[in-house]
């Protein structure tokens, strides 16, 4: 149980473009999603948090015009990166949560941005 | 302010020795403490969690982790090592009022020698 899908797992695409990445929760109403970036050999660094229904709230230091979040459903978030730079690439990893005080997060297998 | 230590980076053992990575926590509300593995170009699994009760807490692939709260510690332990466990670790922190936010260690790669 507690499956998260995040799609796609790898994406190449040209300076400017937009990229858009998906993070399923497949087995259980996420009421809550998270946004991470993890740089090589780094820990997870949380972007934003997203509740259903609700605007995402970001972390200090993170552009929400550049990294726009949807989380339209109890088991659909989207990250969209917005016109795309090499300095945007990395691994961008998602999580999500039941609701509750003792539900863990439980991740996507990351999605691996790479911008030409 | 809230903080994870995981104060080795890397850690080499030889398969079928013990292996102890150790957590320590900074948190002023009561904490709830889990502990997951990371595999190269991989999410992350998790590896068991605590979050009241009985302070040794058993998780999956045999591993297990104490909390001791005189020591603001967290350590994970597994009695033998096996080649597959060779991965990233990372301990990480929350509390009841944060809405279900986590505070992550640095990570602790792990590798195994044969």
């Known amino acids: 149980g507690a499956v998260v899908s995040q799609h796609p797992s790898w994406v190449i695409c040209k300076s400017g473009t937009s990229v858009k990445i998906e993070c399923r929760s497949l087995?259980?109403?996420?009421?809550?999603m998270f946004w991470y970036r993890q740089f090589p050999k780094q820990s997870l660094m949380l972007m934003a948090t997203?509740?259903?229904?609700?605007?995402?709230?970001?972390e200090q230091g993170v552009e929400k015009d550049k990294f726009l979040i949807n989380h339209a459903s109890l088991t659909l978030s989207t990250l969209t990166v917005t016109s795309a730079h090499p300095e945007d690439s990395s691994f961008y990893i998602c999580?999500?949560?039941?609701?509750?005080?003792?539900?863990?997060?439980?991740f996507g297998d990351g999605t691996r941005l790479s911008i030409l | 302010a809230q903080s994870v230590t995981q104060p080795d980076i890397h850690i080499t053992v030889s398969e079928g020795a013990s292996l102890e990575l150790r957590c320590n926590y900074s948190?002023?509300?009561?904490?709830?403490l889990f502990w997951y593995v990371q595999s190269p170009g991989q999410g992350l699994q998790l590896l068991l969690k605590?979050?009241?009760?009985?302070?040794l807490v058993q998780g999956i692939k045999g591993f297990e982790a104490e909390f001791k709260r005189s020591q603001s510690s967290f350590n994970l332990r597994k009695p033998s090592v096996h080649w597959s466990d060779a991965a990233e670790y990372f301990c990480?922190?929350?509390?009841?009022?944060?809405?279900?936010?986590?505070?992550f260690g640095q990570g602790t790669e792990l590798s195994v020698k044969p």
């Open positions: 999580s999500a949560r039941e609701a509750g005080p003792n539900q863990p997060q439980h």
């Open positions: 087995d259980f109403q996420a009421t809550t």
């Open positions: 997203s509740n259903e229904g609700s605007k995402a709230t970001y």
């Open positions: 948190y002023g509300a009561t904490p709830y």
């Open positions: 605590y979050f009241s009760g009985d302070t």
């Open positions: 990480a922190v929350g509390a009841y009022n944060q809405g279900g936010k986590l505070i």
